[in-house]
């Protein structure tokens, strides 16, 4: 077990005194078997009153309101969790799954149908012939080392770069570009993913940068595909590697501009510049 300290500041510094409508905060891990809770504290100012409540995804979301006008608003997060994901490959897939292609069964597809739907035919076309560069349909193949070799190929084959401004690039966009960043490298991965009749979600939560000795983190993105048998398994495009024990998930979705970690409107004077904080280290 692997004790992380997260420490997530985000201040909005707005142009003049402004009335603030109710926020979402997507700040809490998502608990469960491999990664637990320690502690936890939210502060906010001006002062807000928190409703929690956990979304149709199973996010853990806060819904803040406001009292007071302000010309700032800071939110700060710090999270101690225990990390018992030590051995990501330890897993077992169920026997039909184990070799690619294979079928969902029926009462999984009911559940999984929202993770599977294909992107747009021409985007779907492309993506069909640039899997061909790393995997021909001929190849036996085990289902695990296909979705390895494709985090690998994005991340050898794309050029990795940090973007602040908001939003997400297409599929096609990165492959266009050759560049993105991890949540533009997720989404590729998992409308690969899709186009191989595989379900898939977007991810986003923090990565711990193991060389970094002054703690600084990042957030961060990658994908997860259902494996029968082994339940969501998260792939991370951006190293090339299957996600492990540096990996801490917050959200999930179906689509990933659903998942902000922290999205709220304002009313009053526009323009506001935006001051993002984080730091993963061990504890």
């Known amino acids: 077990m692997q004790r992380y300290k997260i420490l997530h500041r985000t201040y909005y510094n707005f142009s003049g005194t402004v009335t603030l409508g109710p926020h979402q905060l997507r700040l809490r891990?998502?608990?469960?078997?491999?990664?637990?809770?320690?502690?936890?504290?939210?502060?906010?100012?001006?002062?807000?009153?928190?409703?929690?409540?956990?979304?149709?995804?199973?996010?853990?979301?806060a819904t803040a309101t406001f009292d007071s006008p302000t010309s700032q608003l800071a939110v700060e997060s710090e999270v101690i969790i225990q990390q018992f994901n030590e051995a990501p490959l330890d897993f077992l897939v169920a026997n039909h799954a184990i070799n690619y292609p294979f079928a969902y069964q029926s009462d999984e597809v009911i559940l999984l149908l929202p993770y599977m739907a294909f992107p747009d035919n021409q985007t779907k076309n492309q993506l069909t012939e640039w899997i061909a560069h790393f995997w021909q349909s001929s190849e036996q193949i085990q289902t695990y080392t296909l979705l390895q070799r494709l985090a690998s190929h994005i991340q050898k084959t794309l050029s990795y770069q940090r973007r602040e401004e908001p939003g997400v690039q297409t599929a096609a966009q990165t492959l266009a570009c050759g560049t993105g960043s991890c949540r533009d490298f997720a989404t590729l991965f998992m409308e690969a993913a899709?186009?191989?009749?595989?379900?898939?979600?977007?991810?986003?939560?923090?990565?711990?940068?193991?060389?970094?000795?002054?703690?600084?983190?990042?957030?961060?993105?990658?994908?997860?595909?259902?494996?029968?048998?082994?339940?969501?398994?998260?792939?991370?495009?951006?190293i090339g590697e299957i996600a492990g024990t540096d990996h801490i998930a917050v959200a999930v979705a179906r689509l990933p501009e659903a998942v902000p970690p922290i999205a709220g409107t304002f009313v009053g004077t526009p323009g506001a510049s935006l001051d993002v904080g984080v730091w993963v280290s061990k504890y």
Not at 41 to 55: F, G, V, Y
Not at 203 to 231: I, K, M, N, Q, R
């Open 29 to 61: 891990p998502r608990e469960d078997h491999e990664m637990r809770i320690e502690s936890s504290s939210l502060k906010i100012t001006p002062s807000a009153t928190l409703l929690w409540h956990r979304d149709v995804e199973g996010n853990s979301v």
């Open 194 to 238: 899709r186009c191989l009749g595989l379900a898939s979600r977007f991810v986003s939560g923090y990565l711990h940068a193991p060389l970094a000795t002054d703690g600084l983190g990042a957030t961060h993105a990658w994908a997860e595909v259902y494996l029968p048998g082994a339940g969501w398994k998260g792939f991370d495009p951006t």
